[in-house]
């Protein structure tokens, strides 16, 4: 039965999309994050060995969820430093629905890593710190918060910083994987976040995707608080890494699996695509911060001043002339 108010769940599996989405009875909100062409650029443009490519996609769809939190502008920043053969990873998200990443990393400690079966995402990482920036409002004011990596990976340290910044109890998932078909290869990464929010539940309005199992007439009650986050947290942590990649399983199916007893409501997706912020015109601008002396050692063999954008390997290069014009007489002469 459908309760008044509500609509079927849709099956359409939409890609590159967060789903936010509200549990009324139990004062929970949270978002689903499904990656596909998105990520698969990302992790693709670098060409990442396996457990990297799993390791950034994980940060990915961690930066999309928090990332999404942040209205029309501003930014978000996921950044790691490590002792681990990934030292370090860095996940931009610019508002309204921009997503870049790299990761540095040791290719022989990773070899090594991997030949002792130690190159989870968690132990890649190794021990160091995870930082979350965000800046927005019309003076894009920055805020940081950083937690600890002591070798437990990036959802319980995404815990761990809710737990400590903003206090909110939260519960994050995050998943990766990697489809082999006849075609090729390709990654997709995907998420939940779930957040009890007492305060937010004011102006209830009836669930999108309407209780399931409750017999229909059946009143279902105020829980009290912390029953509610129990319970919050024990239906979402069912959620099984595959359902979190699966394309033939749409984000509203997904939220109706993990709560149709108490009904859901969903929000307004917000798109998230692959996109660099580099230019010909910022790395003109960046070139020349430098000194005519550095950007003299900078010349290649080609006589040209060659870059390579770490987030998007897209290569440029310029002539040296453009910022270091002869002195004149030299060249006329
Ligand atoms: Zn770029």
């Keep these: 039965m459908i309760a ?13 999309v967060v789903l936010p989405f509200a549990v009324e009875p139990l004062d929970v909100r949270g978002r689903v994050v499904r990656l596909g062409p998105c990520v698969d650029t990302i992790l693709s443009l670098h ?8 390791l950034l996609g994980e940060a990915a769809a961690l930066t999309a969820l928090m990332g999404a939190a942040l209205k029309l502008e501003g930014r978000f920043q996921l950044q790691t430093r490590s002792d681990g053969p990934v030292d370090m990873l860095v996940v931009d998200f610019d508002a309204p629905d921009r997503l870049r990443a790299f990761a540095r990393f040791d290719a022989e400690r990773l070899a090594l890593a991997k ?11 190794g021990v160091g710190h995870l930082a979350f920036t965000i800046e927005q409002g019309a003076d894009l004011s920055r805020y940081q918060g950083v937690v600890a990596l ?13 737990r400590q910044s903003e206090q909110i109890p939260t519960l994050v998932r995050l998943a990766v994987a990697e489809s082999v078909t006849g075609a090729g290869s390709s990654w997709r990464a995907g998420g939940l976040t779930v957040q009890f ?7 209830r309005r009836p669930p999108d995707l309407a209780p399931g199992d409750a017999p229909a007439g059946v009143q279902i009650h105020d829980t009290p608080e912390d029953e509610a986050w129990a319970e919050a947290r ?17 984000s509203e199916r997904l939220l109706y699996r993990l709560f149709h007893e108490r009904g859901v409501t969903v929000f307004e997706p917000r798109p998230v695509r692959q996109a660099c912020r580099c230019s010909d015109l910022r790395i003109r601008d960046m070139l020349r911060q ?44």
Excluded: N, W
């Design 150 to 162: 002591a070798g437990q990976g990036l959802e319980e340290a995404a815990h761990e910083y809710f």
């Design 290 to 333: 430098f000194t005519p002396q550095e950007r003299r050692d900078m010349i290649g063999d080609d006589g040209r001043i060659g870059v390579t954008c770490e987030f998007c390997s897209t290569h440029r290069d310029f002539d040296p002339v453009e910022f270091d014009p002869p002195a004149e007489g030299f060249t006329k002469a």
């Design 47 to 54: 060409g990442y060995p396996a457990p990297v490519a799993r």
């Design 4 to 16: 008044p108010g509500s609509r079927p769940v849709s099956d359409q599996g939409l890609d590159d």
């Design 115 to 125: 030949a002792q079966g130690q190159s989870s995402p968690a132990a890649l990482l």
């Design 197 to 203: 929010l007492p305060e937010a539940s004011d102006g």
């Design 234 to 250: 024990a239906l979402a942590g069912t959620v099984e890494d595959h359902e979190l990649v699966d394309p033939l399983l749409s």
